[in-house]
């Protein structure tokens, strides 16, 4: 099959190397792409609807795979299926779920998906008010897309204030924080619940913890996500069953009522309350970094698996998976707030060539040569072992060998604490 697969970054440079793995790849093609991801490069933006159409029909694309948001919330995966591709990753429509966080609210209080308490507030007036109704602390989230930045954890009503100020006054997020939600804070270890989604079925993937916050412990600034940890350990895998049910069974159920086709990857960002797991959010998409840390373990082959999710006809069983996987983030000097890059990389090939460790690309350059830093985060790199402690060594002992000026990553990936253990 010749696959063209959108996007540039870490995630993607992991689905490429998952694909590259199908018997049944003839040819992988990437737009943007970038000098790490293995596939010829198309100098097509991921959001260049008309150009790609072009594309796909010139080649004779028999898949595509569309690894970031933008895209789908754009409508990209629609003009491509009115041009006759094949495409994984929901339309326009489906694609709300992550692209507005008051149509997923609304879509899990219709069909009765765990979630928090929440409001809609499109007057900053009327949402300031609204904030005693929530004594406890209040999340302000923006509506739209905001490369993550547009959630705000608020235990004091004056941050809630700042907050809400921000978004729909000075509009710090644009048009995306005109329409605020609130919604009551919940406390509880999150996961990311990743899986095949063809409207019908959700075939899971391992479960993974990603770890948002720059620094060791959880503190300093939200970021993209400073490394990730699969199968995750803040269930059994005992537990996992039901919570995937739960969350899962209702979402399928609320897409058939509601005639919205989904055919992509569906992730389901959970937290464990006391009181049973909630919903936070949703990505019609793989998530970056965990698909650097859940790919890894899959047995199975990603292209049939995508083609089949494309199609409408996944099967019934569950992808068989493996081990765990550690994945550990190294950041540029200044991140998140202002990335210094073009630093040259050493100890790539060192790092590589270690048993169990994969290196994944998200912000990197090859301009002669030599690897330069390119983005604010710049490698993800991944241990598996048999077990968590496995591959958390064998993610360090190849961080630790790869060196380049003001790299910064946090040191407890995967490291349980003993606070969350308690539920
Ligand atoms: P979201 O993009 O909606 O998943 O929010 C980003 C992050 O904000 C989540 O991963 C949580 O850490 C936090 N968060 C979101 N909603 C809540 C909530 N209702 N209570 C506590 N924390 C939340
Ligand atoms: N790691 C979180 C996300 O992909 O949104």
Same mark, same amino acid.
């Given at each position: 099959m010749n696959v !063209? !697969? !959108?996007?540039?970054?870490?995630? &993607?440079?992991? !689905?490429a190397w998952k694909l590259a793995q199908s018997p049944r790849l003839k040819k992988l093609y990437a737009a943007p792409g970038s000098d790490a991801i293995p596939a010829e490069r198309v100098s097509l933006k991921a959001t260049d609807s008309a150009g790609l159409a072009a594309f796909v029909k010139e080649k004779v694309i028999d898949l595509v795979v569309i690894g970031p948001e933008d895209p789908l919330a754009a409508g990209t995966a629609d003009a491509l299926r009115q041009a006759g591709a094949l495409v994984f990753g929901p339309g326009k429509a489906a694609a709300q779920l992550e692209a507005s966080k008051a149509f997923a609210k609304?879509?899990?209080t219709r069909h009765k998906v765990p979630t928090a308490r929440w409001e809609r507030h499109a007057s900053f007036d009327v949402a300031k008010a609204a904030l005693?109704?929530?004594p406890d602390g209040v999340v302000v989230k923006a509506d739209g897309l905001a490369a993550g930045k547009g959630v705000r954890v608020c235990r004091a009503r004056s941050s809630a204030e700042a907050a809400l100020e921000d978004m729909m006054v000075k509009q710090a997020h644009g048009a995306a924080g005109t329409t605020v939600v609130l919604e009551e804070l919940l406390e509880g270890p999150e996961v990311s619940l990743l899986g095949f989604c063809d409207g019908k079925r959700f075939l899971p993937l391992p479960?993974?913890?990603d770890h948002k916050r720059l620094l060791d412990g959880d &503190?300093?600034?939200n970021t993209g996500g400073m490394g990730v940890v699969s199968p995750t350990p803040h269930l059994s895998a005992k537990e996992l069953p039901g919570v995937l049910k739960a969350v899962s069974a209702p979402v399928l159920a609320g897409l058939a009522a509601d005639g919205l086709a989904y055919r992509g990857l569906l992730y389901i960002g959970v937290m464990l309350t006391e009181a049973g797991p909630k919903v936070l959010e949703f990505n019609c998409r793989f998530g970056d970094p965990e698909t650097q840390a859940v790919l890894p373990l899959l047995d199975a082959d990603l292209l049939t698996l995508c083609e089949a999710t494309a199609k409408g006809a996944l099967p019934a069983e569950t992808p068989k998976s493996h081990g765990a996987a550690v994945t550990v983030v190294l950041a540029s000097e200044g991140y998140p707030?202002?990335?210094v890059m073009g630093r040259p990389i050493t100890g790539l090939a060192e790092a590589s060539a270690r048993p169990g460790v994969l290196i994944f690309h998200a912000g990197t350059a090859r301009p002669e040569q030599v690897w330069m830093t390119n983005g604010g985060r710049v490698l993800g790199v991944t241990g598996v072992g048999k077990d968590a402690k496995e591959a958390r060594e064998r993610a360090y002992g190849a961080a630790e060998t790869i060196e380049f000026e003001g790299v910064q990553y946090r040191k407890d990936i995967g490291l349980v604490r003993a606070?969350?253990?308690?539920r």
């Open positions: !063209l !697969l !959108l996007g540039s970054g870490g995630r &993607e440079h992991a !689905l609304d879509f899990m005693a109704r929530f479960s993974a913890s &503190e300093g600034p707030a202002s990335p606070a969350a253990r308690q």
